[in-house]
Nanobody, 115 residues
Framework: QVQLVESGGRLVQAGGSLRLSCAAS????????MGWFRQAPGKEREFVAR???????YYADSVKGRFTISRDNAKNTVYLQMNNLKPEDTAVYYC?????????WGQGTQVTVSL
């Protein structure tokens, strides 16, 4: 059974930093493209960042230069380092794993950025 478990979300002041983690189990982690998405209240889920099995990364324009995605294949974990956080970054952050026809989501972790 595949599981993606996010952690690290909490309340933080604007300008602060957080590191989110997503621990995967039940899959061959190194095969998967791993991504982070987020969903703010009343809005659709949106792409944040992704990283391939060769460590190629790609970011949404809204987070470029502030967020960094990384992965540790030995720990089956993907990370999202978030710096210079803004109130508009407030959302539930979801981890996603994709490989061929396989597509899995975590249950999310809440990030709240206050002024």
């Amino acid at each position: 059974q595949v599981q993606l478990v996010e952690s690290g979300g909490r309340l933080v002041q604007a300008g602060g930093s957080l590191r989110l983690s997503c621990a995967a189990s039940g899959l061959t982690f190194s095969n998967y493209v791993m991504g982070w998405f987020r969903q703010a209240p009343g809005k659709e889920r949106e792409f944040v960042a992704r990283i391939s099995w060769t460590d190629n990364s790609y970011y949404a324009d809204s987070v470029k230069g502030r967020f960094t995605i990384s992965r540790d294949n030995a720990k089956n974990t993907v990370y999202l380092q978030m710096n210079n956080l803004k109130p508009e970054d407030t959302a539930v952050y979801y981890c996603r794993a994709i490989y061929l026809a396989n597509n899995y989501w975590g249950q999310g972790t809440q990030v709240t950025v206050s002024l």
